[in-house]
């Protein structure tokens, strides 16, 4: 009874794949088992019939007259010859002459091989260093990607640093603007005013100017509702000028007669001596020429000091 | 019919010719039954042994199609291929004296002698790895679409080869991929698990069930 075991150590031999510790073992049981000797030869029977799965090839046309030159020089040289063959001394002598010969064959053919196993070897190196060649391409170019992926990579870094670099640059400045103006909180000029004769003392007016920013605000309350093709203008009187500085039309709720705007004036203002609103012909005058409804006395200066609770 | 090569010289077309008549598996496929091959390969090792050159001509016209073909598909190498192919024929025509026909056939000693030389080439040459991983699937002689026709397949449907390689298509892949391996890449069993990344057991258990399977298969005509 052959088990699995050996059957599979006899499927192995077929190929020639014992380890020499499986050859051992396999070998003395096949010196035992007649059966096992029978399988292990249909195993090898099968093997060799994968020979037929290769790919079909045809021998070359000189590879049999080859194998027959090969064999004729051997015979020549003295090798195994016929089984009974005699040879008679007398025909030593051209024995000897093909002999001579043979040897020589053989001395040329030996060469020719060497030569044709040589041309084998070069060609086998020309494989391997083109490959080589080949696998160093294909190193560089994997290479030449990654650097070009990370240089891509840099620019777009490179990209967004610049425009993280322009985003603080206007947060400094908005951050210096607000710093200034924050720290020139103490020379705005602020004025409150006051009706003047015929308009309705009930009016409340305020103007805040920032010399820094060169921007005031103006609130207004009750003011007297516009006459018609009328309106109210800003000004503010700056020593340095010899006529009142525009600090434009003022817009009216015509509902509320109140005033929230913030103003510029079309000169630069370097110091205050009173804010008006005279009433002047539609969309405005460069100087004044209505008569002044609101006037302030000079501004004073807001006063940083915490108020006491 | 003749079907001797044309390039033959004289001597060798005639018995290649005769050959063809006693035992046509390679030519046309008319096959005498296999014990008969068997017997009649042995009997041209015999007459190899007492120096009939014919003889060895013959076997020659036998055995050279599926021994070179063989020894391309292990090596790779048209020039290895004859080299190898060559030194096997003078073997069996200098060892023809030693055949014993109770250990196996002529044609399974041959290709013995054959696949030991040209893995040994391979072995010598370290380069079993490279040419390994050049075989593509289709080369792996299964691909019954991609493969180029068997000569022997030209000749009829009938001829061994043709049957051999139905029967190992028949096979599981994973079966037929450790057979490849075992037979035309020459490697150990350790390679062989290594290459196909399975366990050593399992590969054994292929290589066992997988070459059970095709002697069951291919007997009758070996």
Not at chain 1, 132 to 147: D, T
């Amino acid at each position: 009874m052959i088990d699995e075991h050996q059957e599979e150590l006899a499927a192995l031999s077929a190929l020639d794949l014992l380890e020499p510790g499986e050859r051992a073992a396999f070998e003395s049981g096949l010196d035992r088992d007649p059966a096992l000797r029978a399988q292990a030869r249909e195993l090898r029977e099968a093997a060799a019939a994968l020979a037929f799965t290769a790919p079909a090839a045809e021998p070359p046309p000189e590879l049999a007259d080859r194998i027959l030159a090969s064999v004729a020089t051997r015979e020549a040289r003295g090798g195994r010859r016929p089984a009974g063959r005699l040879i008679s001394f007398p025909s030593l002598l051209p024995w000897a002459i093909a002999a001579g010969l043979a040897l020589c064959s053989a001395w040329t053919a030996r060469l020719y091989l060497n030569s044709r196993s040589e041309a084998a070897m070069l060609r086998d190196q020309q494989v391997l260093a083109g490959l080589e060649l080949r696998s160093v391409r294909n190193q560089l170019e994997a290479e030449r990607i990654v650097n070009q992926r990370e240089l891509t990579d840099t620019r777009q870094d490179l990209a967004a640093a610049g425009r993280r670099l322009s985003e603080l640059h206007q947060e400094i400045a908005d951050f210096t603007r607000a710093q200034k103006a924050s720290g020139s909180l103490a020379s705005y000029n602020i004025a409150d005013l006051a009706s003047t004769p015929g308009v309705p003392s009930q009016t409340l007016a305020v103007a805040v100017w920032c010399p820094s920013m060169q921007e005031g605000i103006l609130a207004v309350s009750n003011l007297p509702r516009l006459p018609a093709g009328k309106d109210y203008q800003l000004w503010v009187i700056d020593p340095h000028y010899p006529a009142p500085v525009s600090g434009g039309v003022i817009s009216v709720n015509a509902t509320t007669g109140e005033v929230y705007v913030t103003f510029r004036t079309v000169q630069p203002i370097r110091s205050i001596a009173k804010f008006a609103v005279s009433l002047e012909r539609k969309g405005g005058a460069p100087e004044p020429q209505g008569p002044i409804v609101l006037l302030s006395d000079s501004p004073r200066q807001p006063s940083l000091q915490k108020p006491e609770t | 019919m003749s079907i001797a090569p044309s390039y033959l010289p004289g001597a060798w077309a005639a018995a290649v010719a005769a050959a063809a008549e006693v035992r046509p598996m390679t030519a046309t496929g008319e096959g005498a039954p296999a014990d008969e091959r068997a017997i009649a390969d042995a009997r041209l090792l015999r007459r190899m042994a007492a120096g009939d050159r014919d003889a060895l001509a013959e076997l020659y016209g036998r055995f050279s199609r599926p021994l070179y073909a063989t020894a391309l598909q292990i090596l790779r190498d048209a020039a290895e291929a004859q080299d190898v192919t060559h030194d096997v024929f003078i073997a069996l025509w200098e060892k023809s004296a030693v055949f014993e026909s109770e250990r196996g056939t002529a044609f399974s000693w041959a290709v013995t002698l054959l696949r030991n030389r040209a893995i040994d080439r391979i072995r010598t040459r370290q380069r079993r790895s490279r040419l390994l991983d050049e075989a593509a699937p289709a080369d792996l002689g299964y691909d019954e679409a991609a493969a180029p026709p068997a000569a022997d397949d030209r000749a009829s449907s009938r001829d061994d080869a043709r049957a051999v390689r139905a029967a190992v298509a028949t096979l599981p892949a994973d079966q037929r991929r450790a057979l490849h391996l075992a037979f035309f890449g020459g490697l150990t069993q350790q390679e062989i698990a290594s290459q196909l990344n399975e366990p050593l057991g399992t590969i054994k258990a292929r290589i066992r069930r997988g070459l059970h399977k095709l002697r069951d298969t291919v007997a009758h005509r070996l």
